[in-house]
């Protein structure tokens, strides 16, 4: 039998003995133990504002809550379980009772990677672990070869896209149990494929996080953010809860990765920062055995955290999700340039280059849609690996008022070649569940709160879009989808019956092609693949070269401001064509590309 467990100085373990509880809480002067059915048995205070009971008769059939100072009664901050949602009682639970099938997986290497972004609760019908599991047999014929979850940790309501969790240790109940998690992620490792979550330290959603009453030092009141008063990285007990977070999924849950939400959103003095003691923390745990890699979400493009030794092994994260690139694709395809594609539009092509080659487009340049403020850091001589790529995120179609796709907002001709752009380059791609098939639905913000702050959600969400154009009317506000509503999330749920229907079936039949071409002829170089150089030599045309040991991978990429401009002749390569959409005469018309393989040396 293998069994797989984190242990943690904090929340409900199962021990000799009975069951040990254990909280932090400073603030608080008397802590009870709630077992339901059973009187309220008192915690032993301890040194550092810690409390502690162990309980013979407890067991991981147990339900429990904390009473705080006589009145307030909260859910364990640590809980593993909590069936009847973040503001009921916790369950104890056993991480040695599910015997993992997986013991021989030992994870991809990150040259490897093709990322499949999904969203548990509206990928099918059922918005299940369990149902998730009877589609992994089409994300591996797909192409793909790892799984990215959008947050699980427990949330408020039955319905959320995950960054508002205030339980970080509890899969949504909505979901299913942590049982069938682990089943999820077994059923995914028996067919080969990496499983990567979603996790946000940045922040604790708006309902159900009590952490405020008793634990008061867990936020520094003088800073704050979006959601609140931030998270003081400076406590030792705070900076642990987070580590012990991302251990806890990778041990105990078996993840092969961690994608950090927003950490620019973190303020942390101390040296190491969390990111790199979190990164450290891997290295030193799970990372020893196996392949562990950390992504990144960061708006400030801190190239240093992407840094490789002397042997390309990361020295803090393997990967940060590139933004750049996609909004320079965006404004390719789309034209906008609306908020932050404003950064974008005067040479959008130029920056989908310097993005294919060198990661950030914004490498310490001034940013308009910041100010005039400098954002990034130099970026050209990291690896591709460094990066991941996509045309469409979970952020990218969500936060647009109607959630609309790419597909709905571009020419396929113009879908198809930025697509090929993306697929075959060298860093690894990312695609949005249902992107494959160019999807019809569309994939809206939705939550599920109590009334008084479903309003405040829904009138600050117009409020926010009423700054562009579009919505500066109050009646084309009023369109814009309540995130509350039932309907809301329904029309995103991904229907699976479009992929046997045109067009949807050729969309399909197109990606499957691309991966498949990207799995027999360029993972093979992505080991010793080098950053690119990129150069514009005619008006549309794109050129990238990208070293990689003895070979060059070479894309050529034809994509006008105009679309009638007329073909372009390019010099033949001197290696193998192995990817082309040129006309037959060899010129590249607009929106066509050609990748090529040729010997480096020649």
């Given at each position: 039998m293998t069994t797989r467990t984190h242990a943690m100085p904090f929340g409900a373990t199962p021990a000799e003995g009975g069951v040990r509880f254990r909280l932090w809480a400073p603030s608080a002067w008397r802590v009870d133990l709630l077992l339901l059915e059973a009187e309220a048995l008192p915690m032993q205070p301890l040194a550092g504002g810690w409390y502690e009971a162990t309980i013979a008769q407890a067991d991981a059939r147990t339900r429990y809550a904390y009473r705080i100072d006589g009145r307030l009664i909260v859910p364990d901050p640590a809980?593993?379980?909590?069936?009847?949602?973040?503001?009921?009682?916790?369950?104890?639970t056993d991480p040695h009772a599910f015997d993992w099938p997986d013991a021989n997986w030992r994870g991809r290497p990150w040259h490897e990677a093709v990322i499949y972004e999904l969203h548990v609760g509206s990928f099918t019908p059922q918005g299940t672990f369990a149902a998730a599991i009877?589609?992994?047999?089409?994300?591996?014929?797909?192409?793909?070869?790892?799984?990215?979850?959008?947050?699980?940790?427990?949330?408020?309501?039955?319905?959320?896209?995950?960054?508002?969790?205030v339980l970080p240790f509890?899969?949504?109940?909505?979901?299913?149990?942590?049982?069938?998690?682990?089943?999820?992620?077994?059923?995914a490792h028996a067919r080969g494929l990496m499983v990567l979550l979603d996790v946000v330290y940045n922040h604790f959603g708006p309902d159900g996080n009590y952490l405020h009453a008793y634990a008061q030092p867990f936020f520094d009141r003088?800073?704050?953010?979006?959601?609140?008063?931030?998270?003081?990285f400076g406590v030792d007990v705070v900076r642990a809860f987070f580590v012990h977070n991302a251990l806890y999924w990778l041990e105990e849950f078996h993840f092969d990765g961690l994608r950090l939400d927003a950490v620019h959103a973190i303020e942390d003095a101390r040296r190491p920062d969390i990111v790199e003691e979190i990164a450290q923390a891997i290295r030193a745990g799970p990372g020893r055995a196996r392949h562990v890699h950390l992504i990144l979400e960061n708006d400030r493009n801190e190239a240093h955290y992407l840094a490789r030794d002397a042997d390309r092994r990361p020295l803090c994260a393997t990967a940060q999700w590139n933004d750049d690139l996609h909004h320079a694709a965006h404004v390719l395809a789309t034209g906008e340039t609306d908020g932050y594609y404003v950064d974008y539009a005067d040479d959008p092509l130029a920056d989908f280059g310097r993005a294919l080659a060198e990661g950030f487009v914004y490498q310490g340049e001034p940013s308009g849609f910041r100010g005039g403020r400098p954002r990034g850091e130099p970026s050209a001589h990291l690896p591709p690996a460094a990066f991941v790529n996509f045309l469409q995120t979970h952020d990218q179609v969500g936060n647009r008022a109607f959630g609309e796709r790419l597909v709905a907002l571009t020419d396929p001709e113009k879908l198809?070649?930025?697509?090929?752009?993306?697929?075959?380059?060298?860093?690894?791609?990312?695609?949005?569940?249902?992107?494959?098939?160019?999807?019809?639905?569309p994939f809206l913000f939705f939550c599920d709160f109590g009334a008084d702050l479903a309003e405040a959600v829904r009138n600050g969400r117009r409020a926010e879009f009423g700054r562009m154009a579009a919505f500066a009317d109050a009646a084309a506000r009023e369109r814009i989808p309540d995130p509350n509503a039932v309907d809301t999330f329904a029309a995103s749920r991904l229907d699976w019956s479009e992929r046997e229907r045109a067009p949807h079936a050729q969309w399909l039949t197109f990606y499957r092609e691309l991966l498949a071409l990207r799995r027999q002829r360029i993972v093979p170089l992505l080991a010793q693949a080098g950053a690119g150089r990129f150069e514009i030599a005619t008006p549309g045309l794109l050129h990238v070269a990208w070293p990689s040991g003895g070979a060059r991978l070479q894309l050529d990429a034809y994509l006008p401001a105009d679309d009638k401009a007329a073909a372009v002749a390019v010099p033949l390569p001197a290696g193998e064509v192995i990817h082309s959409t040129a006309r037959e005469d060899g010129k590249l018309a607009p929106w066509t590309v050609r990748w090529s393989l040729e010997d480096a040396h020649g």
């Open positions: 809980s593993r379980c909590n069936p009847d949602g973040v503001h009921g009682p916790s369950l104890v009877e589609r992994l047999d089409d994300l591996a014929a797909l192409g793909v070869t790892a799984i990215e979850l959008m947050p699980v940790a427990a949330f408020p309501g039955r319905r959320n896209w995950g960054y508002d969790g509890a899969p949504a109940a909505a979901y299913g149990t942590p049982e069938a998690l682990k089943r999820f992620v077994a059923a003088t800073r704050h953010t979006p959601w609140g008063a931030a998270i003081d198809r070649a930025l697509a090929a752009c993306v697929l075959l380059a060298p860093a690894p791609p990312l695609l949005f569940m249902g992107e494959e098939w160019g999807a019809g639905t």
